[in-house]
């Protein structure tokens, strides 16, 4: 059974950071493209990151691009999102998903395995 776990959600001040973790059980992040998504409040589910275990090209939305940076642990089969220079724009419930082939997207429909998300909180 399949299953994806966030941790380290939080509430911050603006410019601070935080990093995001995605246990992942039941699959090998190897074989896995891994994104991470995020909805805020009235708003649309949006595409921030993904990682491609073909050949390890990472993607990122121009709204975190420069600020964020996603990783994986293949011994933990663990995946991460740092998130530095936080603002409040960045305020949203954070989500990590897979799909089981080697080429990531960053569209939320190409992913089929979901965690239930972790709240992250910038507000001065």
């Known amino acids: 059974q399949v299953q994806l776990v966030e941790s380290g959600g939080g509430s911050v001040q603006p410019g601070e950071s935080l990093k995001l973790a995605c246990r992942a059980s039941?699959?090998?992040?190897?074989?896995?493209?891994m994104g991470w998504f995020r909805r805020a409040p009235a708003k649309e589910r949006e595409g921030i990151s993904c990682?491609?275990?073909?050949?390890?090209?990472?993607y990122y939305s121009d709204s975190v691009k420069g600020r964020f940076t996603i990783s994986r642990d293949i011994t933990t089969n663990t995946m991460y999102l740092q998130m530095n220079s936080l603002k409040p724009e960045d305020t949203a419930v954070y989500y990590c998903?897979?799909?089981?082939?080697?080429?990531?997207?960053?569209?939320?429909?190409?992913?089929?395995?979901w965690g239930l998300g972790t709240q992250v909180t910038v507000s001065s």
């Open positions: 998903a897979t799909r089981p082939v080697k080429s990531c997207h960053m569209h939320a429909t190409y992913y089929d395995q």
């Open positions: 990682l491609s275990p073909r050949d390890g090209t990472t």
């Open positions: 039941g699959l090998s992040l190897d074989h896995y493209a």
